[in-house]
């Protein structure tokens, strides 16, 4: 420590220790205090060459008597050195130091109030704890403390470190931050499933170099995943990406592509490829047959080999081999020619055309079902619909009729008897707008079989209209009111009836029913003109 006071040569060794003792505990006390009067800059950073100024200022000289201002150096070890002295009495004092020659006051003459001092070219040993204290009276020294940082931007690289499958964790990549000041903060981002490791290295000129490597148990997998190395300092805005890519190799994985267990005698053009996996690239592809020579049919083209024709040399074992600096690799595929097979396509066209016929006649079958159904519907259900043919009308008994015209169906003498009043005659339906004459004017008489003779007619329009304008609805209804009228029909009253001739029982019969109509005041009248 500088004495508070400078002491003439005539002073005894003990007061010279009294004052060091003195100088040392208030040095102690106002360590703790520097920041109240003495004014200075807690932390200045400087790169290597650069000229730093230290700044020292007393804030409060009231009351206070300033002797002398003194620079002091700490290093890290914590040895002190004086480097400037300046007393109000006398020039300025730069004592054997590491900056000798470099440090100077500014202003120059200096003065008490602020005596701040400057160093030139600085270096990286430079840095340390800078003092700056005053001597006063009363209160005695006081001092501020200025840390000088000394800088050095790193140089930052990265480089991956090619690593062979390993079950023991091995670096794979290194990151490195050199000649840094201060040392540099190095991490890792990557999917990979390891650790790094970090050092550093002080050198000569205080300056750091940190080093890290990530490390790994790599297998094949890890091969290609992305990793990055990020660099953080002081000198930099933002941290130094380096991004990479694991390198890994391996023994080729080979593994063959291409059978369907499919392959029949005759099929053509069918291809096996070797697909091999390896790093380094595969040196070589071999093919082989384990049943010997490889067949006529097959060529071999690298990783491919291609059968032009399944006969019976095909059925065999085919073997891949890969090779590269790390090993041979295999696989193999033992093939099973089969019979051929139906062409699945044309099974299937057939399949389809007999389900598709099928259908269409099923769809024939059931609309002449209907048709039939309904042409039946209209001959059975409505027979008095308009007809061109012509119809022979015989009246007379039931069934069967006696000599003398009575029916024998229900008695000759019962109510059901027949009409016997007069000769049969033949009548033309559809010409509702004629009146039926006389069998000598409009017809033929009967033959010797008493057969009636049947006379043809053209249709009219109306009968054709009539015919085409009722529907299934109106013939249902129509006989229903058929059976109804029927049944009145068959009272006890006498009623006309038709007469039946031998031969012509069936056609008779059907023109029973719809040839009658029954009137409101009971009486059953024919809807056929006859003559009685």
């Given at each position: 420590?500088?004495?508070?006071?400078?002491?003439?040569?005539?002073?005894?060794?003990?007061?010279?220790?009294?004052?060091?003792?003195?100088?040392?505990?208030?040095?102690?006390?106002?360590?703790?205090?520097?920041?109240?009067?003495?004014?200075?800059?807690?932390?200045?950073?400087?790169?290597?060459?650069?000229?730093?100024?230290?700044?020292?200022?007393?804030?409060?000289?009231?009351?206070i008597q300033i002797s002398l201002v003194t620079w002091i150096y700490e290093s890290k070890d914590g040895e002190r050195t004086n480097i400037a002295v300046f007393h109000q009495k006398f020039d300025p004092s730069y004592p054997n130091s590491p900056v000798k020659g470099r440090v100077s006051f500014m202003p120059n003459p200096p003065n008490l109030a602020s005596p701040s001092i400057q160093i030139s070219n600085v270096k990286m040993s430079?840095?340390?704890?800078?003092?700056?204290?005053?001597?006063?009276?009363?209160d005695g020294n006081e001092q501020g403390i200025i840390q000088l940082i000394m800088l050095a931007k790193p140089k930052n690289t990265a480089s991956i470190i090619t690593a062979d499958v390993s079950s023991t964790p091995v670096s794979v990549a290194r990151c490195e931050s050199a000649e840094g000041r201060p040392a540099a903060k190095i991490s890792w981002v990557t999917t990979a499933n390891g650790n790094e490791t970090t050092t550093t290295k002080p050198a000569a000129d205080n300056t750091v170099t940190v080093a890290s490597e990530y490390r790994l148990a790599p297998t094949p997998a890890d091969n290609g995943k992305d990793i990055s190395c990020l660099v953080q300092h002081r000198t930099q805005d933002k941290p130094e990406s380096f991004k990479m890519k694991l390198v890994i190799q391996y023994a080729p994985v080979v593994k063959i592509l291409?059978?369907?267990?499919?392959?029949?005698?005759?099929?053509?053009?069918?291809?096996?490829?070797?697909?091999?996996?390896?790093n380094p690239i595969p040196l070589s592809v071999n093919w082989r047959s384990m049943s010997g020579e490889i067949p006529d049919t097959v060529q071999i083209?690298?990783?491919?080999?291609?059968?032009?024709?399944?006969?019976?040399?095909?059925?065999?074992?085919?073997?891949?081999?890969?090779?590269?600096?790390?090993?041979?690799?295999?696989?193999?595929?033992?093939?099973?020619?089969?019979?051929?097979?139906?062409?699945?396509?044309?099974?299937?066209?057939?399949a389809g055309a007999v389900i598709g016929s099928l259908l269409a006649l099923l769809l024939v079958a059931?609309?002449?079902?209907?048709?039939?159904?309904?042409?039946?519907?209209?001959?059975?259900?409505?027979?008095?619909?308009?007809?061109?043919?012509?119809?022979?009308?015989?009246?007379g008994g039931g069934k069967k009729a006696s000599k003398n015209g009575t029916g024998g169906g229900a008695g000759s003498g019962g109510v059901g008897g027949g009409n016997n009043n007069g000769p049969i005659y033949v009548s033309n339906e559809s010409s509702s707008h004629q009146g039926l004459g006389e069998k000598n004017n409009h017809h033929q008489p009967l033959t010797m079989g008493g057969r009636p003779e049947v006379?043809?007619?053209?249709?009219?329009?109306?009968?054709?209209?009539?015919?085409?304008?009722?529907?299934?609805?109106?013939?249902?209804?129509?006989?229903?009111?058929?059976?109804?009228?029927?049944?009145?029909?068959?009272?006890?009253?006498?009623?006309?009836?038709?007469?039946?001739?031998?031969?012509?029982?069936?056609?008779?019969?059907?023109?029973l029913d719809d040839d009658m109509e029954s009137q409101r005041d009971g009486s059953v009248i024919s809807r056929t003109a006859v003559y009685v």
């Open positions: 420590m500088i004495p508070a006071f400078p002491s003439s040569a005539s002073s005894s060794s003990e007061g010279n220790d009294n004052c060091s003792c003195v100088c040392f505990f208030s040095s102690l006390f106002y360590s703790g205090t520097s920041g109240q009067r003495v004014k200075v800059k807690p932390e200045v950073a400087s790169y290597p060459g650069q000229t730093v100024n230290l700044q020292c200022a007393f804030s409060d000289t009231e009351g430079d840095e340390g704890k800078y003092i700056c204290e005053y001597a006063t009276y009363p291409g059978y369907d267990n499919n392959w029949y005698m005759g099929r053509t053009n069918l291809v096996l490829t070797c697909q091999a996996d390896a083209n690298g990783n491919e080999l291609k059968v032009l024709k399944v006969d019976e040399a095909i059925n065999t074992t085919f073997v891949c081999e890969v090779k590269n600096r790390l090993g041979i690799r295999r696989d193999q595929v033992t093939v099973m020619v089969r019979e051929p097979s139906p062409n699945p396509s044309n099974a299937g066209v057939v059931a609309l002449i079902a209907v048709l039939v159904t309904r042409s039946r519907r209209q001959q059975q259900g409505y027979r008095a619909n308009g007809g061109s043919d012509m119809k022979t009308r015989i009246f006379v043809a007619t053209t249709p009219t329009a109306q009968d054709i209209l009539l015919s085409n304008e009722l529907d299934d609805a109106e013939r249902r209804k129509f006989d229903e009111m058929e059976e109804e009228r029927y049944d009145h029909f068959s009272g006890g009253a006498p009623i006309l009836q038709l007469r039946q001739p031998h031969d012509q029982g069936d056609m008779i019969g059907d023109y």
